[in-house]
């Protein structure tokens, strides 16, 4: 799993005038929860730009004074006019507690839907789970292998070990659907179906004798 480190201070002083004055050095308030105290602290702004701005699930060291925390990204807040970071939550990961993550979804395999023409649709990007920090990884392997046209693969589809998956079971999480070319490959197809049948009673009509009267 990639680590990302952190260098932090300890935060002393709050409000708002305090937290002004950090915004205008390029810092950014933080606080890492979930271990024995809470940890308020700031870092450059610099900092945590290759944690969050990544599709990838990954670890944060933060260092803190003496001491070094082990955390996951658990919140962030944008400043709406400019959308810079302006606050960070960070969880600390204790072995023996387990933990909440959204956890990247991988997808392997080639549909056979796609391989007959389909389009693949990804509705999820991500799974929440929760479990112990020793079972966190970088992403779950969804395989599509078995996708079909109009088929969907969804949320209680997926089985992972050590893992308790908290998104509702039925939510799908990919699709095949039909692209624009097999719908009128289908639409073409229907009508001439249709004609088959008409034109093949035609000529046993056609052939049947007479009845006497």
Do not use: C, W
């Not at 204790?94 to 990247?104: E, F, R």
Request: hydrophobic share 45%.
């Amino acid at each position: 799993m990639n680590t990302i480190t952190i260098e932090g201070q300890l935060r002393t002083e709050f409000g708002k005038s305090a937290t002004r004055q950090l915004r205008s050095q390029e810092m950014v308030p933080g606080v890492i929860y979930g271990g024995a105290q809470e940890v308020n602290f700031f870092a450059p702004a610099a900092a945590f730009r290759p944690l969050i701005y990544t599709p990838s699930f990954q670890y944060a060291e933060v260092k803190v004074g003496d001491k070094t925390y082990t955390t996951i990204l658990k919140d962030l807040q944008f400043d709406k006019l400019d959308e810079s970071l302006i606050h960070i939550d960070l969880l600390e990961l204790v072995g023996d507690k387990k933990v909440v993550a959204d956890i990247p979804i991988k997808f392997t395999g080639a549909s056979k839907g796609v391989k007959d023409g389909g389009k693949l649709v990804v509705k999820m990007k991500s799974l929440k789970v929760k479990t112990f920090p020793k079972h966190l990884k970088e992403f779950i392997d969804v395989n599509i292998e078995n996708l079909d046209l109009n088929e969907n693969i969804r949320v209680e589809d997926v089985k992972e070990p050590n893992y308790e998956i908290l998104n509702s079971p039925r939510i799908p999480i990919a699709s095949v659907v039909l692209t624009r070319q097999l719908k009128q490959e289908e639409a073409t197809a229907a009508p001439a179906a249709a004609a088959a049948p008409a034109a093949a009673a035609a000529p046993a009509a056609a052939a049947a004798p007479a009845k006497k009267k």
